[in-house]
């Protein structure tokens, strides 16, 4: 069973008009799984519920909740930065978010089965802050549910931004492993996530990342996945993963340096599946997370149900959704497969020669902790 979260209330985590964390992607996306016809025996559809106040103390601390649940600008808690100004009932749609992870990852404790909060994801929130977007920290949330039952939870992050608050807060734990792949801390926020960022005390190397050279496509992210990624899912033998699969990585997205495409997206999110299946028992929970071109983040999302379903991707979008989609958005939704764009030839070498440093640089750094490579 895969329980697929999503609520019109979702729609109420809204920073206003001119912000891009624009909640519409997310209506768009359920409506183009409904009109694929994934909402079926095999896909439940739940009603999520407000994290109750206990289980935000998980990660944040009560000070911090309670500077959300005023509801008033205070930069000392992150809140009313242009990147995460507050907006009337924010408390209630960030509990509703970070709700739906932990009743996601409660059904995971109590039954084989995974999950999909497609309004999840948000893995720059702080135990004492909001950061970039991210009010409640919903995926260290539900991996907090989740070591209830499981020893070991792996957690992988393909966001084109770094998942610097899911890695803080785990920083010293060896029962969860974080990788994160993103676009380098050099050229964006939030400016870390490098190789020696490696963990601390007893979680020391449980901590990977993988930062990525501006413009990387396809085959760079699909070679970097396939270098780091398997093995540590065999070294670790996670009993449990939760993937924060932002789609900002699109070569069309306004906030990332970044040439992928839905079919790379599709491959990635594709392999992180059946490496579950095939080390955790099939125990994914599934978040959403950044993507900023409305023509793709729908796409993109249906297409993560369709893999968790074993379906293949469908080769065109139903009509009436791409109608929807024009006359609420005003224009055409992309596609796949997507054109594959091409960097100059000079940018091909200085992006292979950055990634090469870095791959041989993370394998040499983790194997100083445990061999791993
Ligand atoms: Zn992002």
Redesign the pocket.
């Known amino acids: 069973m895969i329980y697929l979260y999503y609520s019109e209330k979702f729609q109420d985590y809204n920073f206003g008009p001119e912000h891009p964390f624009n909640p519409v992607r997310l209506m768009l996306a359920y409506k183009l799984m409904e009109e694929e016809g994934m909402i079926d025996g095999l896909t439940c559809k739940v009603e999520p519920q407000p994290a109750a106040q206990a289980d935000l103390e998980r990660v944040h601390t009560p000070e911090y909740i309670a500077s959300v649940q005023a509801e008033e600008p205070d930069l000392a808690f992150g809140l009313g930065s242009d990147d995460t100004p507050v907006f009337p009932g924010i408390y209630a749609a960030s509990r509703l978010l970070a709700g739906s992870s932990i009743d996601a990852a409660r059904r995971m404790t109590a039954e084989d089965c995974s999950a999909f909060n497609i309004g999840g994801g948000l893995h720059h929130a702080m135990p004492t802050r909001a950061s970039g977007f991210c009010v409640f920290d919903d995926p260290a949330l539900a991996i907090s549910v989740l070591k209830e039952r499981f020893e070991r939870v792996l957690y992988i992050d393909i966001?084109?931004?770094h998942g610097d608050g899911v890695q803080q807060i785990f920083y010293e734990d060896f029962d969860v492993l974080t990788i994160s792949m993103h676009e380098s801390g050099l050229y964006l926020f939030p400016g870390t996530g490098f190789i020696d960022e490696l963990g601390a005390g007893p979680g020391l190397g449980y901590s990977v990342n993988i930062p990525m050279p501006m413009y990387s496509g396809n085959e760079e992210y699909l070679r970097a996945f396939e270098e780091i990624v398997p093995r540590l899912f065999e070294w670790f033998e996670p009993q449990a993963v939760v993937a924060q699969l932002?789609v900002?990585t699109h070569y069309s997205d306004p906030l990332t340096t970044l040439n992928m495409t839905l079919a790379g997206y599709a491959h990635l999110v594709r392999r992180i599946i059946e490496l579950t299946r095939l080390h955790a028992g099939g125990r994914l929970l599934a978040l959403g997370?950044?993507g900023y071109n409305m023509e793709v983040v729908p796409v993109a999302f249906a297409s993560v149900l369709h893999l968790m379903r074993g379906e293949q991707l469908p080769e065109y979008l139903p009509p009436c959704w791409v109608e929807f989609f024009s006359n609420l958005v005003d224009r055409e939704p992309l596609s796949p497969p997507d054109i594959e764009i091409k960097v100059g030839n000079e940018t091909k070498k200085r992006i292979t020669a950055e990634l090469d440093v870095t791959l041989q640089g993370l394998k040499e750094k983790i194997n100083e902790i445990h061999r791993v490579f």
């Open positions: 966001d084109g931004h932002g900002d997370g950044g």
